[in-house]
Nanobody, 119 residues
Framework: QVQLVESGGGLVQAGGSLRLSCAASGSFFSINTMAWYRQAPGKQRELVAFSGGAGTTNYADSVKGRFTISRDNAKNTVYLQMNILKPEDTAVYYC?????????????WGQGTQVTVAS
């Protein structure tokens, strides 16, 4: 089985920074894509940042220029560097990975990590 374990959430003042990490472990062939989503209370889960093959990345308009997604393929880990945080960034952040294993592709989610930005 594959597990995604997140870390790095917490409480920060507006304007501050946090770095989230998500490490994939278990038995698999390769990781196709990794991404970060977030869900604020009463809202739908939304894509924050995406990392595809060949270094491609995409960001939600609301975080462009402030957040950076990166991957360490040797460690099967994805990071989300969040700068100039705003109260509206407060949410539970979830890691997602599309992973090749047992002859097909599988979708996995992390358990979520809370990010709270105080004004």
């Amino acid at each position: 089985q594959v597990q995604l374990v997140e870390s790095g959430g917490g409480l920060v003042q507006a304007g501050g920074s946090l770095r989230l990490s998500c490490a994939a472990s278990g038995s698999f062939f390769s990781i196709n894509t990794m991404a970060w989503y977030r869900q604020a209370p009463g809202k739908q889960r939304e894509l924050v940042a995406f990392s595809g093959g060949a270094g491609t990345t995409n960001y939600a308009d609301s975080v462009k220029g402030r957040f950076t997604i990166s991957r360490d393929n040797a460690k099967n880990t994805v990071y989300l560097q969040m700068n100039i945080l705003k109260p509206e960034d407060t949410a539970v952040y979830y890691c997602h990975a599309n992973i090749a294993a047992r002859g097909t592709n599988w979708s996995y989610w992390g358990q979520g990590t809370q990010v709270t930005v105080a004004s």
